[in-house]
């Protein structure tokens, strides 16, 4: 098994490297070829996605560069190039949505959120439990009172820090659970108030703007914007970002 996955491994790095070389002599088209010939292998990257969406803005494809920024930047949130390659890609985009802005009591609690991933904070909080397991088993057998009452201490300080740990963990992935953003691919596309044609026209879309998906009915999507308005699409018109 191990030699198989050597194999594909190798097969999947000199694909990548043949993408590289194709964008290095300004042959987009065909390093892209190669690169979801990586993910097709089963592959998933920051760099793989970086890459494509580099490809697809040489060849001033809105909706596709800002896809696979997107998707890069889920796989590494801190990546200060990524982000600035997607601002560039943004500029290219007609909707001009401005985000609803958040309390001061959101921001900071976000803000602690994201401080780290959710597996983080769980990892955290079961080190903290241990932690007060340990100092309680120290304080039933230490005989020195002041000993006792540090240990006891201690283990309480340690219970509280495991259960503020495993609220934000438990918060995180509740978020990341529910958080489906979409890219919408559609050249322009007509955002209806429900899941039907007939329906009154809410507001228009065009490509490479980003959205929340909310809920789906057969073949369509209910989708937010970050200023809050709501509306119905045909699912064909978007893509999902965590679809890997």
Known sequence: MIFFSAIIYGQDEALFDKGVAAYNDGK???????YEDVIKSGVHSEAVYFNLG???????QTAPSIYYYEKALLMDPDDVEIKNNLAFAKQMTLDAIEEMPKTGLARFSKNISNA??????GMGSIVFIFLAV??????YFLSYSNYKRVALIGSMASVLLGLFFFAF???????????????????EITVRS?????????FELHEGTKVQVLDQLEDWQKIQ????????LPGSEIRLLKDF
């Open 28 to 34: 987009y088209s065909e390093a892209i070829g190669f």
């Open 54 to 60: 580099n490809c697809y803005y040489k060849l001033n």
């Open 116 to 121: 780290m991933s959710y597996e983080q904070w």
């Open 134 to 139: 340990f100092s309680f088993i120290l304080y």
């Open 169 to 187: 963990a438990y918060s995180g992935q509740q978020s990341y659970s529910s958080d489906q953003p979409a890219i919408v691919f559609a050249e």
């Open 194 to 202: 429900e899941p039907n044609r007939r329906s009154e026209p809410v």
């Open 225 to 232: 914007l970050v200023n809050g308005q709501e509306g119905w």
